[in-house]
Nanobody, 114 residues
Framework: QVQLVESGGGLVQAGDSLRLSCKVL????????VSWSRQAPGKERELVADITLSGGRTSYADSVKGRFTISRDNAKNTVYLQMNSLKPDDTGVYYC???????WGQGTQVTVSS
């Protein structure tokens, strides 16, 4: 069983930075892929970035490349999403997920004002 708990959202201004955290709760280490997705009001959920816990291989949506960085600290069972140069279009609820296990966090709101 995999549980995910996000934190770190908030209200920021355009150009600011924010770091989201995703605590991965498992009984034993699993080499899984963890992703960050976001959903803006009236829009479909969008995959933002993902990372493999073992090798640290990453991928990003084109809309966030060069601004967002996903990383992991396996000792803390935590995946981070560092978001720089935030834009109003980045506004939404951000979800941490382990799709292969059907696990999603409750989401954390990120609001970027212009």
């Amino acid at each position: 069983q995999v549980q995910l708990v996000e934190s770190g959202g908030g209200l920021v201004q355009a150009g600011d930075s924010l770091r989201l955290s995703c605590k991965v709760l498992v009984r034993a280490f699993i080499n899984m892929k963890v992703s960050w997705s976001r959903q803006a009001p009236g829009k479909e959920r969008e995959l933002v970035a993902d990372i493999t816990l073992s090798g640290g291989r990453t991928s990003y949506a084109d809309s966030v490349k060069g601004r967002f960085t996903i990383s992991r600290d396996n000792a803390k069972n935590t995946v981070y999403l560092q978001m720089n140069s935030l834009k109003p279009d980045d506004t939404g609820v951000y979800y941490c997920g382990a799709g292969a296990y059907g696990a999603w966090g409750q989401g954390t709101q990120v609001t970027v004002s212009s």
